[in-house]
């Protein structure tokens, strides 16, 4: 089983999983450029795309010796991992989406726009914490923004600016993947507090039917599988046939 974390986070992200997983799988943990312990890759680059995360992935996944794996994403790794299916079908067993986001709507637009504006005159830290208190706004969800920023601090402001840079083609990249039909089981967890990305989890998994499986979290948030890990991990080894 392959994790790809979300946009500030790092292979952290996963800790609760490994423990519930780790009986039933091997797992890699990647952390992607810039986050966690990846630092200075090579090549370098003046900015960031899809692609270039991706090449990343396919170098590190290549260099482990896997050839098929069982796929977890959260948040805008969703995103990465189906450009990985793009790229590498064969190598998908299943794809499993939490937090995935599969539309950019008002909302992601305004917030993209004015953090590439405001990132000229404000601190990369505001930023960040902005947008993951708008994602994230409840009482409930504070243990996942805590995490988010304590792992978030990894992150130079100079990484910061060039991941959010993706906001170039993130908007191309996420239509593009909305209409694509789906070739392998896949399965969407998004809490029912997650405001910003559920709604378009719903329309994504009722227009890929019969292949994408929703299940929403009673009372949880954007990162469910921090929120109630063991509801989490049970429902991911159930889907999986482990449960």
């Known amino acids: 089983m392959i994790f790809i974390h979300g946009a500030g986070g790092s292979s952290l992200t996963w800790k609760y999983q490994v423990d519930g997983f780790k ?12 986050h966690g312990f990846s630092k200075n890759l090579q090549p370098g680059y003046r900015v960031y795309d899809f692609k270039i995360i991706t090449d990343d992935l396919l170098r590190t996944i290549d260099d482990s010796g896997v050839r098929k794996a069982h796929f977890i994403a959260l948040s805008l790794g969703s995103i ?17 989406m939490c937090g995935g986001v599969f539309k950019a709507d008002v909302r992601i637009s305004f917030f993209a726009h004015c953090a590439k504006f405001f990132s000229y005159f404000v601190p990369f830290r505001w930023i960040y ?15 996942s923004r805590d995490q988010y920023r304590k792992q978030s601090l990894k992150l130079a402001p100079g990484e910061f600016l060039k991941w959010l840079g993706l906001y170039r083609d993130f908007f191309v990249v996420v239509r593009k993947f909305f209409d694509t039909k789906l070739t392998k089981p896949s ?57």
């Not at 009986?23 to 810039?34: A, C, K, Q, T, W």
């Not at 990465?80 to 499993?96: D, G, N, Y």
């Open 80 to 96: 990465i991992l189906q450009k990985l299916s793009e790229r590498r079908p064969e190598m998908m067993k299943t794809m499993i």
């Open 23 to 34: 009986d039933h799988f091997n797992l890699l943990l990647i952390d992607m450029r810039d």
């Open 129 to 143: 914490d902005g947008f993951i208190l708008i994602v994230m706004p409840r009482r409930n969800h504070k243990f």
């Open 187 to 243: 399965l969407l967890i998004n809490g029912s507090q997650d405001h910003v990305f559920l709604d378009a989890a719903k329309r994504y998994a009722a227009r890929h039917q019969p292949l994408a499986d929703l299940v929403v979290m009673e009372g949880r948030g954007h990162l469910c599988n921090l929120e109630d890990r063991k509801a989490f991990n049970a429902i991911v080894l159930r889907w999986l046939g482990k449960g």
